[in-house]
Nanobody
Framework: EVQLVESGGGLVQAGGSLRLSCAHP????????IGWFRQAPGKEREAVSC????????FYSYSAKGRFTISSDIAKNAVYLQMSSLRPEDTAVYYC????????????????WGKGTLVTVSA
């Protein structure tokens, strides 16, 4: 059983910052990545950022580049998404998920999903 638990969502004003946390299982072998995905009301789920748990390679969506930073703490089995310069269009439920690698940081490649945490950015 794989369990991913997100936290850190909330309400923030445009231009503000939030840090999301994801507690994830530890792996003793194999390459894998942890990603952050989001889904806004009425829209399809999309990738935001992924980080490898082995070589720490990263992927960022066009929207996230320059504003969001993904990081991992292997010892704590945690992945973080530091979000800054938030915009109302960033409002969504953010999900932590596992993917095989950062090259497959896409929704259809997800192996396990967390239950999500809501981020609301007010204008």
């Amino acid at each position: 059983e794989v369990q991913l638990v997100e936290s850190g969502g909330g309400l923030v004003q445009a231009g503000g910052s939030l840090r999301l946390s994801c507690a994830h299982p530890g792996f003793t072998s194999g390459d894998y990545a942890i990603g952050w995905f989001r889904q806004a009301p009425g829209k399809e789920r999309e990738a935001v950022s992924c980080v490898s748990t082995t070589d720490k390679s990263t992927f960022y969506s066009y929207s996230a580049k320059g504003r969001f930073t993904i990081s991992s703490d292997i010892a704590k089995n945690a992945v973080y998404l530091q979000m800054s310069s938030l915009r109302p269009e960033d409002t969504a439920v953010y999900y932590c998920a596992t993917v095989p690698n950062t090259e497959t940081c896409v929704t259809f490649a997800v192996d396990h999903w967390g239950k999500g945490t809501l981020v609301t950015v007010s204008a």
